[in-house]
């Protein structure tokens, strides 16, 4: 089993009104490098495979057509850039991987694969990148763009952005570094490959920016679930995220992505998807419904519908929360509005219910209990879906990320599902174990 830790560089990962709990320390966190050090170290500690940080780099303004809700109550709100923090986690770990969101719009190839591969460069090997389009129209206004390219055109525009990535990464190998001293010569040019591309959507003429890594490139991850969003990741990705709020959407959702690997010539045991969970771990299961209970009651609706009308990109605002909520078209998140909108059975869910799933953990299907319970559950979840890993959601940190590694990961390895060492000197080694 792989394991994975969500975190998003903001005030909470995705327990709505985190930051107003006790236990809570990631706000205060926000300013310390010890805080961020301590959380990847105790992850290494607990053989995770890696660390993965979501990002929203603007602030969602579709609910109620502005950003006041999503501000109000911190909900996806502030927006600091994971990109140092990464840097930060890396220095203070050896083995763990580390993936990192980076959207496609509002950068370019060079300036993508500048930054992601100096922290693989860095890191020797442990970065890895989650390829986002920009679901999110408040990217696009913060970027001055003002408009949004349609859902599946932005993978048109990721794909040749991809192109260019692969050409920068390839531009450059090994073999034509020198470094030397003798002949003062540092890089033989004759074997770099200079990008020169002119596309439909882009361009670029430079030579690769950053060394090659004796490691690669970056992993690279995906977390579409549209038929387009799947595509994207059949052409891409070595890791494939999903959210399915039940069993039976991870069990639809790997018949899906079964099909498409086959439809594009890939193996199906090549296919490598984590899930989402979220554990809530207590010595008794008493002790960890209440706590979810405690979590759960401080949310605001105000506060969930701003988050789920950004994902969605409708303003929920305008539906009555206790009607059935149909699938709608949309140029946001196609795959986490069906995801949500479809219940255990099958059938619809109100906006409420939606609404309830959000709170805590934006649909990820929650494990509730004592450490052997949750250890036992997630093993169920993983023989019954035939799923690679998973992407665990805190709901405070640290201790959601303590409470895991010390008292559910040492039933995990005692149980032979889960490493005691690391395995590869990299992310991916570690991964493809
Ligand atoms: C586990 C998971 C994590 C995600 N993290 C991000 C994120 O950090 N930033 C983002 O813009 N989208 C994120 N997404 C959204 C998707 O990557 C994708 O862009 C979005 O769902 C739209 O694609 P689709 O319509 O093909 O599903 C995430 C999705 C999943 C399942």
Known sequence: ??????LIHTVSTHTLLGWADLKEEQAEGLQDFAYWQNLAQTLERGRFDGIFFADSPATHAVYQNSVNASVQYGASWPNHDPMPVVAVMAA???HIGIGVTLSTTGTTPYLATRRLSTL?????GRVAWNIVTGFSMAEHMANGVGSQMPHDERYDFADEFMEICYKLWDSVPPQAILKNAATGQFADVSKITPVDYKGRYLSCKAVAPVLPSPYGRPVLIQAGSSGRGMKFAMDHAEIIFAIQGHVAGMKKSMDQLRAAAATHGKRAEDLRVLYGLQPIVRSTEAEARARMEELKQRVPLDAILARLSGVFGV?????????PLAEMKTQASQGLMSATLTGADGGSVTLRQAAAQWALSVAIPQVIGTPEQVADEIIRVWRETGCYGFNLSPTTNPDSVTDF??????ILQRRGVFRTEYEGRNFRENLLA
Do not use: E
């Open 120 to 124: 693989n460069y860095l890191s020797r």
């Open 315 to 323: 303003d929920l605002s305008q539906f009555d929360p206790d009607r």
């Open 405 to 410: 590694v010390d008292h559910v990961v040492p």
């Open 1 to 6: 089993m792989h394991l994975m830790q969500m």
């Open 92 to 94: 203070a770990t050896k």
